[in-house]
């Protein structure tokens, strides 16, 4: 019952960065992994990158290895994306995903990001 939200999703040209951030409004805050994931137009959904808690282990897709940055804020139990030299195919709507220490997960709304050519 833990609700996410994306932010610092927007329109940029080619080769521009982002930062998203995702950040729990329930009351109480339990987290294990955190994940970003992105959904093109008519296309599945797709993993982005996750973040470990407990020793902030990383992994990143193929595809935005060496671009991308996930990193988490444990003050604020908050987790961003930093996204650099940012490609057209990168454009979907990005979605946080926690899965909390019970194995549970929760999922954000969705920020839209948009790279124009």
């Known amino acids: 019952q833990v609700q996410l939200v994306e932010s610092g999703g927007g329109l940029v040209q080619a080769g521009g960065s982002l930062r998203l951030s995702c950040a729990p409004t329930?009351?109480?805050?339990?987290?294990?992994?955190m994940r970003w994931f992105r959904q093109a137009p008519e296309k599945e959904r797709d993993f982005v990158a996750s973040?470990?808690?407990?020793?902030?282990?990383?992994y990143y897709a193929h595809s935005v290895k060496g671009r991308f940055t996930i990193s988490g804020d444990n003050a604020k139990n908050t987790v961003y994306l930093q996204m650099d030299s940012l490609k057209p195919e990168d454009t979907g709507v990005y979605y946080c995903?926690?899965?909390?220490?019970?194995?549970?997960?929760?999922w954000g709304q969705g920020t839209q990001v948009t790279v124009s050519s």
């Open positions: 995903n926690n899965e909390d220490l019970n194995g549970q997960g929760s």
């Open positions: 329930g009351r109480t805050f339990s987290s294990y992994v």
């Open positions: 973040f470990r808690w407990r020793d902030g282990r990383t």
